[in-house]
T-cell receptor, first 114, second 113 residues
Framework: GENVEQHPSTLSVQEGDSAVIKCTYS??????FPWYKQELGKGPQLIID?????GEKKDQRIAVTLNKTAKHFSLHITETQPEDSAVYFC?????????????FGIGTKLQVIP | KAGVTQTPRYLIKTRGQQVTLSCSPI?????VSWYQQTPGQGLQFLFE???????NKGNFPGRFSGRQFSNSRSEMNVSTLELGDSALYLC????????????FGSGTQLSVL
């Protein structure tokens, strides 16, 4: 089955700096790569996603890049703010007989220091 | 539109007991997935239901089971609880299950003593 590796597991940055989280996947059939943000006491929330036919996507301060050949994708957060502090999960999804099977990475705890 | 609702929010049980967790998906969503979240293990997939049918199951023992009702609400049950079952159990809904976007509830924090 699909395996998603995510690193680093923890990341501390100064407010205003950039943060990068990287993930690799194993199944070349995966075609959808979402990123979720989980704040304390809440469930994960989708923040950005990218499909396999796109190399890069940006939404304000966050961007995701995908390298299909190398089977890795990354989340970039620029001008970090304290409210960006959370756990971030990458995921890889593939069509499994008519529905999407989603595999998550282990998560990255991001701390933005004011 | 109301989000995904999970009850109860917290639960304390002892080894050997059983527990039932409930999930109400977003109105109109027919697919419900369950995940176990533990520190260091991330989100582990338990099972997914669509129109009252289990379509996919993760690698968990048979003590973990679930069901879905005609109104798309779902329950998961864990029998003969073990200490290692202590975790945050998350439910996620999506419109069809081939709509990749998942909407998560806040979870049920289960502690097994």
């Amino acid at each position: 089955g699909e395996n998603v590796e995510q690193h680093p597991s923890t990341l501390s940055v100064q407010e205003g700096d950039s943060a990068v989280i990287k993930c690799t996947y194993s199944d070349s059939a995966s075609n959808y790569f979402p990123w979720y943000k989980q704040e304390l006491g809440k469930g994960p929330q989708l923040i950005i996603d990218i499909r396999s036919n796109v190399g890069e996507k940006k939404d304000q301060r966050i961007a995701v890049t995908l390298n299909k050949t190398a089977k890795h994708f990354s989340l970039h957060i620029t001008e970090t703010q304290p409210e960006d502090s959370a756990v971030y999960f990458c995921a890889a999804s593939l069509d499994s007989g008519g529905y999407q099977k989603v595999t998550f990475g282990i998560g990255t705890k991001l701390q933005v220091i004011p | 539109k109301a989000g995904v609702t999970q009850t109860p929010r917290y639960l304390i049980k002892t080894r050997g007991q059983q527990v039932t967790l409930s999930c109400s998906p977003i109105s109109g969503h027919r697919s419900v997935s369950w995940y176990q979240q533990t520190p260091g293990q991330g989100l582990q997939f338990l099972f997914e239901y669509f129109s009252e049918t289990q379509r996919n199951k993760g690698n968990f023992p048979g003590r973990f089971s679930g069901r879905q009702f005609s109104n798309s609400r779902s329950e998961m049950n864990v029998s003969t609880l073990e200490l290692g079952d202590s975790a945050l159990y998350l439910c996620a809904s999506s419109y069809t299950g081939w709509d990749e976007k998942l909407f998560f509830g806040s979870g049920t924090q289960l502690s097994v003593l």
